[in-house]
């Protein structure tokens, strides 16, 4: 195999898009009187809650809070179930486990990595009642949210969208994250996805009740205010603990971050679009290669991911030398996700990924290569030149 090693820049699978406007407005909340709990945190929950059309956005620390806090506001609790899809980041199942819940898990599709009704109906025939399910819009496509959503609520469980790769992303005309067919929706503010505070997550809720439980859940459990306390107050200082909170607060400063990532979300996401659009026409051309399936009728991506699904078994080479092949042209890919109950963590407790052959099927092939909004024109057809070149090298060998 010869050793290239590319002069042009590496292109990482993901990556945060700052501008010079975003730097000033992280200085002048800096510059500020609070540094958290302010009205830069305020100002980004109504920007957002105004973009996905939902009544209530509780912004948090990060996503993985926000799925706790969530499926903690909708009632889950020790001894209950909630079901995820076998194919997510770690989070959307841990987040079950920290309220001493059980994750069970549910197949996906071979072809799109995605929940359906009929998996579903699957994972929920499968054991007793489940509290919540947390279906995943995974690379940014839409789950069948109808679907999913009527068998979900003819068992009597709760619906929390993991949103976090579908910020921007619609489902039959409404924005994901309008909870429209949910009880609610959470997002990430990583660095990779569409919008980022650095660190940081949100629940998105349409339900007063659940509006309040995470608000009190970010912050200790505390309550201030006069309308919400257990007892009379005795004075301005008082607050009441009313359960077991956490602090999952986000500060100002990654808010003012945040309201000026939100404000150019639609070019990220047109940037997204285009890009992808151009892999799909270049990746036509080369053999054991297709992007994977598209998702359901009238779910529109945003496109946190592009991944592909590789044969590599009639390209004669690993997925590892594939990726470490890419490595060295400049080139990063990232495989979302091994399936979670294949964890020795989630193995020890009974999981056995071979029930799961969707799972399986999807994982064994799928490969994300570089998608952010800083990429150039061209450089989708410098990846997809060196992954044609690369997949070739391997059927120069099996020959
Ligand atoms: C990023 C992500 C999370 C967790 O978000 P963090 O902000 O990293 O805690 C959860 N679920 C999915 C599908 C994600 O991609």
Redesign the pocket.
């Known amino acids: 195999m010869a050793l290239v090693t590319s002069s042009l820049p590496f292109l990482p699978y993901g990556r945060q898009a700052i501008d010079e406007t975003d730097v000033a407005a992280v200085v002048e909340a800096l510059r500020s009187d609070l540094l958290t709990t302010g009205p830069r945190v305020e100002a980004f929950e109504r920007a957002l809650a105004e973009r996905l059309g939902v009544r209530h956005v509780i912004a948090v620390s990060?996503?993985?809070?926000?799925?706790h806090a969530a499926y903690h506001a909708v009632g889950v609790g020790s001894g209950d179930t909630v079901v995820v899809p076998a194919i997510?980041?770690l989070?959307?199942a841990n987040a079950a486990r920290f309220l001493d819940a059980e994750a069970r898990f549910a197949d996906v599709g071979a072809d799109d990595g995605l929940l359906a009704a009929d998996l579903l109906e699957r994972a929920l025939a499968d054991g007793g009642p489940v509290r919540a399910v947390a279906p995943?819009h995974?690379t940014g496509r839409p789950v069948d949210l109808d679907g999913v959503a009527a068998v979900a609520r003819a068992h009597g469980a709760a619906v929390i969208e993991?949103a976090?790769?579908a910020l921007g992303a619609t489902y039959r005309g409404a924005p994901i994250g309008a909870c429209s067919r949910s009880d609610a929706a959470?997002l990430?503010?990583?660095p990779?996805?569409h919008v980022t505070t650095g660190?940081?997550?949100a629940i998105a809720t349409n339900d007063d009740t659940i509006a309040r439980r995470a608000r009190r859940f970010r912050s200790h459990g505390m309550v201030h205010d006069a309308a919400s306390l257990e007892s009379p107050s005795p004075g301005p200082w008082y607050y009441e603990q009313q359960e077991l909170g956490y602090n999952y607060r986000i500060t100002d400063l990654q808010c003012a971050l945040g309201s000026s990532q939100l404000r150019r979300l639609d070019d990220f996401l047109a940037r997204r679009r285009a890009l992808a659009a151009r892999y799909d026409t270049l990746l036509a051309e080369v053999p054991h290669v297709r992007p994977i399936a598209r998702g359901p009728e009238g779910a529109e991506s945003a496109w946190?991911l592009y991944a592909v699904l590789i044969d590599f078994a009639a390209v004669g080479r690993t997925r590892g030398e594939v990726m470490l092949a890419l490595r060295e042209r400049g080139i990063g890919s990232q495989v979302h996700y091994i399936p979670v109950p294949a964890q020795p963590y989630y193995r020890r407790r009974g999981a056995d990924p071979a029930r799961f052959p969707g799972a399986l099927r999807y994982y064994e092939r799928t490969l994300s290569l570089p998608l952010f909004p800083a990429l150039r024109d061209d450089d989708p057809d410098r990846v997809v030149a060196a992954l044609a070149a690369v997949l070739a090298e391997g059927a120069d060998h099996s020959r």
């Open positions: 990060n996503g993985t809070a926000a799925l997510t980041f989070a959307t995943v995974l993991d976090c790769h959470v990430s503010f990583h990779v996805k660190e940081g997550g946190h």
